[in-house]
Structure formats: structure tokens, C-alpha cells
């Protein structure tokens, strides 16, 4: 009976592979299997009850031709859809039933005729109940490329997601990874992208969400046993882009789901954007297998903007807000605040509300009581340069010896000092870390940082060392 039904089947995925595009064939109808042939009723194996809905939603017409070409015109589909039961034991033909039941699970084959009506799209996005076949973007449009400024400190990434945006799926930037520390414009940059792809290819389907959302919606896909169709919909997804990836870690389940998708995403020529707070290497609690995918592609790097970037943020969202102010008190702010793009912009609103509120004119004194009041309130961040400046100054040394390829004894920890450091009072990667101190890899810092702490325990020179230089960054 299984080769006549192979055999029957085949002669229907020949017809159907001529009247279909390549992708769809692919996604569609390789993961069915026959099952087997009774009279004029062919049995087939689908993946999941999502993956048969939308066979009948999409495929019922070209299905109903192909069958009737080889068993006639009272030819009959039966579908034997595969699930998991909520406690993960797989079973090769399964149904929802009662738990008090789960000891005995029965097949469940849904008998449908090849015109079956339209049932509905299980979208993880939509109020249960409510038919809504669009998969809507989540993507925010304030969210462009015009407004996501070019500096050196971001300029790889940006081009990078330039590149994307005009051929999604067909660069080597896939994944494209943009990691950095908060407030730099990861979750701007990865939304221009989303944007900037609708505009250009309006006809795919682009998806935003927060990994948190997304683990979210796994869990619960666990409860209702529909982790088939959780993982079905998101293969629909032609740009796929997940915010805050690190939010994964240890959560071995969502991991799992998540491997499953991006490689389907992947292998069918799909986009795939993430974003993180750090980088790959950086990562904890994240499965290996994941972590070489996400270096699959390019990991691009946010860094804190330069002076003049600072500058043109802060004059681009004055345009944007039709207000105007001073150049020199531009120039204050620019100066004084450096660690990231939201709280320059933070420091620029409560500036001009102190004025409006108080009705001041916007004058150097009064920024320089909102920057004051602004910085002592936010956590300053240490920066790299000032903490190889630090080092090199307390053990009587330059910047550039430092940096150096010299392996005397005493140099040699300064530098690793300066890593300690960098690692300990920053959020930059180690790779990031190494690039500014002499231009060494992630391997040589992480092995800096052990020798550090086993140092501190046995040698006690080296643990004033540290005490020392801790009160100049603290």
C-alpha cells in the first residue's frame, strides 16, 4: 500500500512542482509524506494542523486538479497531522485530548475534502478568535534611515544594513548581527532596516519582535501544545529581525525553537537580523550550535558616537522638533556628555523643557545646571582611552608602550591591567577591547583577565595594584 501511495503522490508533487514557485514547493510540499492509498482516498502526513490550514487556504485548488488526475474525480485527501503532546513525548500521530488521557494517544486524521473551506491562520500576533490572515510588521516607522545618523562609530553597521535593506537574503550579511552597548541605536537601526525593506519590497513579509516577546509566546505555545504551529509561522517570515538576543540566554527550550526556525530561514534564503548588547564570544548561557550561526554572517559593532556625530544628532533632533538653540551651548552638551545617543537627547529634551517650564532663555548657565544635574544622575561610563591613560600614568609609562608588542614583564601587566579594567568598568566586547589596546584578538584579553585574577589571590604587589588603580575609576 506505501508505494502506491508514493508512487501516487509523486505523480501529484510532479504536477504541482510545474505550477508553483521553487520556494514554495520547497517550504510547502517536500516536508509532506504519503502515508497510504485506500480506494480513491490518499493519506498524507503533515508537520503540524498549522502547515494543513494553510495548505487549504492556499494550495486546495492546485491539490483538488492533481489528485483528481490520478484517482478520479471522487478522489479524497485525508490528512494524519504529526504533534507533540505538551510534555515534549513525541508521537508520530497525535491529537488534543484530555490530559487524564495522555497514556493512550490515538491518531488524529482529519478526512477533507479536496475543496475544503477556509479555516483560519494561527498568527501569534492577533487576538485569539479574530480572523487576520496579514502578519503586521510590529515595525515602528519614525524608525528610518534619515534619522539614524552616519559616524565612524557606526558606520559599518549602518552600510552593512544598508546592503541588507536593498537585497535582504542576498548578501553575505546574513545574519546580520549589530551589537553595542544600551542606548547607541541597535533597536533604531534594526526597525530602518525593517522600513526600509517594506518600502523597497513591499511584497515581503518583515517581522520585528524583542526576544523576550518571543520567548514569551513559546512558552505559551507549549501550554496550548502548539509548538508546531508557533514554529511554522515564523518560517512564513521573509525578514525575521530579533531584538535583544542575549535575552535568550539559559532559556535552553526557546533556544531549541529558535535553531529550528533561523535554519530554516536561512537554508530558504531568508534575512535574518538580530541585535545584542554584546557580541557573540561575549555571550553567556547561549548553545554553541546557536552562537556559530550567529557568526555565520557579519557582527557589526555600535560604538559611543564621536564629537561630531554627537554634534549632528543633537542639531538633526532640534530640526525634528522645530526648535533652535545656540551653538555654543550645542557645543556644551556635545562635549559633556559622551556615552550614548539617548542621553544626549535625554540632556537636550530636559534642557528645553527647563526653559519652557521655567520660561528662561535657553542660556550656557542654565545647561550647564541641566548637564550637571543630568550627568551626576546617570551612571558615567569609563571609557577605554581613560583607562589605558590611568594605567600608563601609574606605572610611569606612555599610552604607546603600552600598546606595544614588547614582552617586559612590567609592560606586559600594565597592559593586561588595562584590560582587567576595560572589561570590568565598560560594555565593550572583548574583541572591541583588544582592537583598542594594541590591537590584539578577544583571546589574548580573556586570558589577560584570568591572569589578572589569579595574580590578585597569590601576588600581593599586584593586588595594591589593583586596589590603586580601582579608586581612579570608581
Request: net charge positive.
Amino acid at each position: 500500500m506505501t508505494a502506491s501511495a508514493t508512487s501516487v503522490w509523486n505523480n501529484c508533487l510532479a504536477f504541482i512542482e510545474d505550477n508553483i514557485q521553487p520556494q514554495a514547493f520547497k517550504t510547502w510540499f517536500e516536508p509532506i509524506k504519503p502515508v497510504r492509498l485506500t480506494e480513491s482516498a490518499l493519506s498524507i502526513q503533515v508537520p503540524s494542523k498549522f502547515f494543513y490550514e494553510w495548505l487549504e487556504e492556499h494550495y486546495v485548488k492546485l491539490l483538488k486538479v492533481a489528485l483528481r488526475k490520478e484517482l478520479g474525480e471522487n478522489a479524497k485527501l485525508v490528512y494524519i497531522i504529526k504533534m507533540e503532546n505538551r510534555y515534549g513525548n513525541k508521537h508520530p500521530y497525535t491529537e488534543k485530548i484530555p490530559s487524564a488521557n495522555r497514556s493512550a494517544v490515538p491518531s488524529q486524521e482529519l478526512d477533507v475534502p479536496v475543496a475544503s473551506k477556509n479555516p483560519e491562520l494561527k498568527n501569534p500576533f492577533v487576538i485569539p478568535g479574530i480572523r487576520n490572515i496579514k502578519i503586521e510588521s510590529q515595525l515602528n516607522p519614525t524608525y528610518t534611515f534619515d534619522s539614524f545618523l552616519e559616524g565612524d562609530s557606526n558606520r559599518l553597521a549602518r552600510s552593512a544594513g544598508m546592503a541588507v535593506a536593498n537585497k535582504p537574503g542576498g548578501t553575505s550579511f546574513n545574519p546580520l548581527l549589530i551589537f553595542g552597548a544600551v542606548g547607541l541605536g541597535k533597536t533604531h537601526l534594526a526597525h530602518a532596516i525593517g522600513v526600509e525593506i517594506k518600502d523597497k519590497h513591499p511584497e515581503r513579509t518583515v517581522l520585528y519582535i524583542s526576544a523576550e516577546k518571543f520567548t514569551q509566546q513559546y512558552i505559551d505555545s507549549v501550554k496550548k501544545n502548539t509548538r508546531n504551529d508557533f514554529i511554522h509561522f515564523y518560517q512564513l517570515i521573509d525578514v525575521l529581525i530579533i531584538d535583544d538576543v542575549q535575552f535568550l540566554s539559559g532559556k535552553a527550550g526557546t533556544q531549541d525553537v529558535f535553531f529550528h526556525i533561523f535554519n530554516h530561514l536561512h537554508q530558504n534564503g531568508k534575512q535574518v537580523i538580530l541585535t545584542s548588547d554584546k557580541a557573540p564570544v561575549d555571550m553567556q548561557d547561549i548553545e554553541q550550535r546557536l552562537l556559530s550561526r550567529f557568526k555565520w554572517g557579519l557582527s557589526a559593532e555600535l560604538q559611543s558616537p564621536d564629537y561630531e556625530t554627537r554634534i549632528s544628532i543633537l542639531k538633526n533632533k532640534m530640526y525634528r522638533d522645530g526648535t533652535e538653540m545656540p551653538e555654543e551651548i550645542i557645543d556644551y552638551i556635545a562635549k559633556n556628555i559622551k556615552s550614548n545617543i539617548r542621553e544626549l537627547e535625554g540632556a537636550l529634551i530636559s534642557l528645553m523643557a527647563q526653559s519652557s517650564f521655567n520660561k528662561k532663555d535657553i542660556t550656557l548657565e542654565l545647561a550647564r545646571e541641566v548637564v550637571d544635574k543630568f550627568v551626576k544622575n546617570t551612571k558615567r561610563e569609563v571609557s577605554i582611552d581613560y583607562i589605558q591613560k590611568m594605567v600608563a600614568e601609574y606605572f610611569e609609562m606612555d599610552v604607546a608602550t603600552l600598546q606595544s608588542k614588547t614582552r617586559k614583564r612590567h609592560i606586559v601587566q600594565a597592559r593586561q591591567l588595562a584590560m582587567f579594567f576595560a572589561k570590568k568598568y565598560t560594555k565593550a566586547s572583548l574583541a572591541s577591547i583588544g582592537s583598542q589596546i594594541g590591537k590584539r584578538d578577544h583571546a589574548t584579553v580573556l586570558h589577560a583577565c584570568k591572569t589578572v585574577d589569579n595574580l590578585a589571590e597569590t601576588d600581593k604587589q599586584f593586588r595594591k595594584y589593583i586596589e590603586d588603580l580601582n579608586k581612579k575609576f570608581v
